[in-house]
């Protein structure tokens, strides 16, 4: 059945289905030929639908594209309903739109009588998430863990706030991300949205001189939003958040920026099971930023982030000499940067390449191995209150590995003393502590206590 003849706003809503379709072809990994092969078009052809040169109109093919991408075909306005179709892409357009390309996400509304897993499948097959592993919300996630993602949520599709002068939305920018840094994260999930909000309007009514550096801080602000969603296990909308951090670095035009926005991408493509794709997509990030012998801090220490990432992505892929190699290479670019620092907001240095080796080996199971790195590390040492946390949620997680309920409870409290918020509102630390309450109350003083401390629920 063909469709109705769009009003203008629906035509440019159809036109919107070519970029769907290159977004979710390049997160699968096809080529134009590859998909042409699966719908019966040559590259060519498959090249001008998605840059909108020829809009894609026909039903047919719309749904070609979609079994072939793996991808809901509500994503490309199809429904059993075609003639609502046309009022729901006018709808669409009034929504959020992203800066360096359209919004795969924003596009979206909640439908009458759907429900809330429903939403967020819809949320990630819009990030491009075709083919991977989906994963629901945890059951043991609280109410201000749902409460943080509800509000970034309603970003995705809502309206853009009130412009800001461009100075005043950098020291906003740099403010949420040392909010990040510093685990305050109550303060984070309050801020951020609002200030992703003016950032698209800012970038929307900037001047040409203005664009890049707008579009760029745009990306930061994404950049940080998809960080704190990982933290919460969220990671359809994770995705999409960086997803949209890497539309908007590209239209910035900073290539460390686009490689902070690729590692974002990658980190969620690893959660989710494209450990392949993520590996990849690092290496190339890392490739087109490698330092030369007069490379900046800047350099170095986006550089090396992006190689513990990969060091990382391997291992939890099971390739230990992969990780090695990796982890090896971060080091030396450490070395060559010469402290534990701060630039780019990557905390990189000597300590934090010791505290990958941690997460490394842990995720390795080689337990032991990690206590050891662990014990050559000063956690006074590490620069932000994030990574501390970290460094003892992850000694924790070693010790809940090995059996040793006592040990893993200190590293706990430890974390806690280190960045209350992160004990607070990840859901690894809260699974674990499920688990010591049920195994080791008795012998634990105060762990119903720190329970109820950190929201978990009696048991």
Not at 86 to 111: K, W, Y
Not at 152 to 163: H, K, V
Request: proline content about 5%; charged content about 25%; some cysteine.
């Amino acid at each position: 059945m063909e469709p109705r003849s769009p009003s203008s706003s629906g035509a440019r809503a159809w036109r919107e289905a070519g970029a769907i379709v290159r977004a979710a072809r390049l997160r699968s990994g096809l080529t134009l030929a590859d998909l042409g092969r699966r719908c019966g078009y040559s590259a060519s052809q498959i090249s001008r639908y998605e840059r909108g040169l020829q809009p894609l109109t026909d039903v047919t093919l719309l749904r070609r594209f979609a079994d072939a991408l793996g991808i809901p075909p509500q994503l490309l306005g199809l429904t059993d309903a075609h003639d609502a179709l046309a009022s729901r892409h006018a709808d669409a357009n009034q929504r959020m739109t992203t800066i360096g390309g359209p919004s795969l996400v924003g596009n979206f509304r909640q439908e009458e009588g759907d429900d809330p897993v429903r939403r967020r499948e819809l949320l990630a097959g819009a990030a491009g998430l075709a083919g991977a592993v989906v994963l629901a919300p945890s059951a043991s996630r609280t109410a201000q863990d749902r409460k943080a993602s509800s509000a970034f949520e309603e970003l995705l599709y809502g309206q853009p706030g009130d412009p800001l002068p461009v100075d005043d939305l950098r020291r906003a920018v740099s403010a949420r991300r040392q909010e990040f840094q510093t685990a305050r994260y109550d303060q984070l999930s309050a801020g951020l949205p609002d200030l992703i909000g003016a950032a698209v309007a800012t970038c929307q009514c900037a001047s040409v001189r203005d664009g890049c550096t707008t579009s760029t801080l745009l990306a930061d602000a994404y950049i940080v939003a998809s960080n704190f969603m990982v933290k919460l296990n969220d990671d359809p909308l994770a995705l999409a958040l960086a997803d949209r951090a890497l539309q908007s670095a590209r239209a910035g035009d900073d290539p460390l920026t686009i490689a902070d926005a690729q590692r974002a991408v990658a980190t969620v493509l690893r959660r989710t099971g494209r450990r392949a794709k993520a590996h990849d997509l690092l290496l190339a990030a890392a490739a087109s930023i490698e330092p030369s012998k007069q490379a900046t801090p800047d350099q170095l220490s986006v550089f090396g982030s992006l190689l513990q990432v990969a060091a990382y992505t391997a291992a939890v892929d099971g390739r230990r000499s992969a990780a090695r190699d990796l982890i090896r290479e971060a080091s030396e670019t450490a070395r060559r940067l010469g402290t534990d620092a701060n630039y780019r907001f990557t905390a990189f240095g000597p300590a934090n390449v010791t505290l990958y080796q941690v997460s490394i080996a842990q995720v390795l199971g080689d337990n032991g191995t990690a206590i050891e790195y662990a014990k050559t590390l000063n956690p006074a040492a590490i620069p932000t209150a994030e990574r501390q946390g970290r460094y003892w949620i992850d000694l924790a997680r070693a010790f809940h590995q090995w059996n040793k309920p006592e040990q893993c409870y200190r590293a706990l409290l430890s974390a806690e003393r280190a960045a209350p918020a992160e004990v607070r509102y990840r859901p690894p630390v809260h699974r674990m502590t499920e688990d010591l309450l049920r195994t080791s109350r008795r012998t634990l003083p105060g762990l119903s206590t720190f329970a109820h401390r950190i929201g978990v629920p009696a048991i």
